[in-house]
Nanobody, 117 residues
């Protein structure tokens, strides 16, 4: 059974930090490119960060460059998103996404991040 389980979301003040984790099971994690998407209230889902199977290269949305870092541990089947200097616009549901060529992709259930004073 394929699963992507996100954790680490919560309520944080502006300027604070959070680290999201997404642990995969049921598919060969190391063969999948991994991404984090965000859906802000009333908006569509947008790509925040992506990491290749080996960990390099990575890419980021302009809104989070220099503040967020995506990384992965293939031995632990886990991808991370370190989020620093959070601001109000970072509020939303964060989803983990796995994709690889010629096979179905997978989404996690999402974890809520709320930035508020």
């Amino acid at each position: 059974q394929v699963q992507l389980v996100e954790s680490g979301g919560g309520l944080v003040q502006p300027g604070g930090s959070l680290r999201l984790s997404c642990t995969a099971s049921g598919f060969p994690f190391s063969y999948y490119e991994m991404s984090w998407y965000r859906q802000a209230p009333g908006k569509g889902r947008e790509l925040i960060a992506r990491i290749s199977t080996s960990g390099r290269p990575t890419r980021y949305a302009d809104a989070v460059k220099g503040r967020f870092t995506i990384s992965r541990d293939n031995a632990a089947n886990t991808v991370y998103l370190q989020m620093n200097r959070l601001n109000l616009e970072d509020t939303g549901v964060y989803y983990c996404y796995a994709q690889s060529e010629d096979v179905p992709d997978h989404w996690g259930q999402g974890t809520q991040v709320t930035v508020s004073s």
